[in-house]
């Protein structure tokens, strides 16, 4: 069984240009989550989606982020224009059922210069 | 206040010793409970998770609960130099949607 991947696994792009992540979760899991890691900080929680809805997005830094989920199945999270401080690594996670274990992907490593 | 609290270590024990890592909590309603190990670039693997005052067992692992203290640890015993990573303590919130990480203790088992 495949397990969440994410896309691309690396990113590096210039301050204020726009970068798109994507997450694939597990099949058949309806809820998906995003997370960051800043440099030298705890993962933090950016937003949940329950299939395409937008459960919680409290954790969302700034209207720079736009995470979608259409249809229900992958996730997007793009970042426009990106900063300095979005460098950082992307983590995507899914699971089957609320307050269950979460499965993660392998992150993206995004650099802003 | 952290919401979740770790000593970032490094801890550092000989392998064949028992690895103790310990976690406290602020959200008093919590009560979900995780564990989980990352090496170093890789996504958090989960290793151990908690939901009852108490101790649970997986081979090695062990997961220590105490709500009246807010306090969650894992012992790892016989560890291995595999064992060496970060190892991250998570607490789901009363919604059970957010999971909210410490900042992890790194654990290096010296042959």
């Known amino acids: 069984e495949a397990g969440v991947t994410q896309f691309p696994s690396h990113s590096v792009i210039e301050k204020g240009q726009t970068v798109t992540l994507r997450c694939d979760p597990i099949?058949?899991?309806?809820?998906l989550y995003w997370y960051r890691r800043v440099m030298g900080k705890e993962i933090k929680f950016l937003l949940h989606f329950v299939k395409e809805s937008k459960q919680d997005e409290s954790g969302m830094p700034n209207n720079r982020f736009l995470a979608e989920r259409t249809g229900g199945t992958y996730s997007t999270l793009k970042v426009q224009p990106a900063e300095l401080e979005d460098s950082g690594v992307y983590f995507c996670a899914s699971s089957y059922q609320l307050n269950e274990k979460l499965f993660f992907g392998s992150g993206t490593q995004l650099s802003v210069l | 206040q952290k919401e979740v609290e770790q000593n970032s270590g490094p801890l550092s024990v000989p392998e064949g010793a028992i690895a103790s890592l310990n976690c406290t909590y602020s959200d008093r309603v919590s009560q979900s409970f995780f564990w989980y190990r990352q090496y170093s670039g890789k996504s958090p693997e989960l290793i151990m998770s908690i939901y009852s005052n108490g101790d649970k067992e997986d081979g090695r692992f062990t997961a220590q609960l105490n709500k009246a203290s807010q306090y969650v640890s894992l012992l790892i015993r016989d560890s291995q130099p595999s064992d060496s990573a970060t190892y991250l303590c998570a607490v789901f919130n009363n919604a059970g949607n957010m999971l909210t990480f410490g900042g992890g203790t790194r654990l290096m088992v010296k042959p």
């Open positions: 099949s058949g899991h309806d809820n």
